[in-house]
């Protein structure tokens, strides 16, 4: 691989440094200011180990894989985290009401302008709030971070957002009624079990192309990134809510309608920003959900990863809360103005080790 083709070829040299620095600058201001933000609303600031049993249960997120070795030379499997989200839970359950956190963590598979082995992740919870309480949140983020950057909009991929105008709020099947003209919830039954085929129509009439072994979150998954989400974030933020009860993971189901669950996710510009829960804290239903999960990516790619039997026994006793994590580089990366994710890092893993 030449220089040339490299994301963030020879990092170090002083020239390409001096290129990127107005870029980490910015990344610690916005930092800063981000800290001081959650300090104002009595916020715990808390540091959660990269290793853990479980990286995570979802079927399309890889893991890095290590072991430990005891002092009796026996060799354990071990992983780093694509989420400080199961350390964190147990805090809550520990007593904490309102912590956050600044993570790198770690997910394969993944690198790109947007995507990248390590990155830092923000994530925060608050007891006995809901989760339109992190909407809020959202909101003042955006405004944060573009006036610490000394940013008036932000733009990538030809797309701006005013980050000081309140974001719109969507659904999910809005979304898909709006942008692909498809009735979602039409194929949801009130028990929350999906329609694979009803969904399968519904894309043939609309001229989506499908596999015969794709399943209904194969499909699902087709409609969001070819037809809702380069919609999204477009003159100010969208907070895509409300995603089907199959699509939940740690979310708890909506009172008003048990199809769908208290789930969001944060757009500009068309990039994912933030995924938001009112968290789930039944600890069988979420079992139900890891396992599922689990059966998928065996099904996919052959592996499964272990289930943190202590983050399962924790929830029985964790409080209601409602908890977000927000991609940081990618906030940093647009109210900066960077054009890669590996321009408000300050140091890129080097490609071929780990991308």
């Known amino acids: ?46 540091d959660t180990a990269s290793l853990q049993i479980s990286p995570g249960n979802e079927a399309h997120l890889h893991a890095f894989a290590t072991e430990a070795i005891g002092n009796d030379g026996t060799h354990s499997a071990l992983y780093l985290h694509t989420s400080p989200e199961f350390a964190c839970k147990k805090l809550l359950s520990a007593g904490e009401e309102r912590i956050f956190c600044f993570a790198h963590v770690y997910r394969n598979r993944e690198r790109g302008p947007l995507h990248h082995p390590e990155f830092t992740m923000l994530e925060w919870y608050r007891v006995g709030e809901s989760y339109e309480r992190l909407m809020q949140d959202c909101a003042s983020m955006l405004a944060l971070a573009a006036e610490t950057a000394g940013s008036r909009m932000f733009s990538y991929g030809g797309k701006s957002v005013d980050p ?47 596999a015969a072994d794709d399943t209904w979150a194969d499909l699902f998954s087709r409609v969001i990134v070819e037809k809702v989400e380069p919609r999204l974030g477009i003159g100010r933020a969208t907070i895509l809510d409300r995603y089907p009860i199959a699509e939940a993971a740690l979310a708890r189901p909506c009172a008003d309608d048990p199809r769908v669950a208290e789930r969001f996710e944060l757009y500009a510009c068309g990039v994912e920003l933030a995924n938001a829960f009112g968290e789930l804290t039944n600890a069988d239903e979420q079992r139900r959900r890891f396992e599922a999960e689990m059966q998928e990516k065996m099904r996919v790619y052959g ?17 209601p809360a409602s908890g977000i994590a927000l991609g940081f580089d990618r906030l940093a990366m647009l109210a900066t103005g960077a054009l890669r994710i590996d321009q408000v890092m300050w140091s890129p893993v080097a490609e071929g080790q780990g991308g």
């Open 303 to 319: 592996e499964r990863y272990p289930l943190d039997e202590d983050f399962l026994s924790a929830l029985e006793i964790m409080p």
């Open 1 to 46: 691989m030449t220089d040339a083709s490299r994301s963030s070829p020879q990092w170090w040299q002083p020239s390409i440094h001096s290129d990127r620095r107005p870029f980490l600058l910015g990344r610690n201001r916005i930092q800063s200011a981000l800290r001081a933000y959650f300090a104002e609303d009595d916020f715990t600031e808390v």
């Open 164 to 210: 000081f105008v309140a974001p719109e709020r969507l659904s999910v099947a809005d979304a898909f009624e709006q942008f692909a003209k498809i009735d979602l919830l039409s194929t949801i039954s009130p028990d929350g079990a999906t329609d694979r085929e009803a969904l399968a129509d519904a894309l043939r009439s609309v001229g989506i192309r499908i």
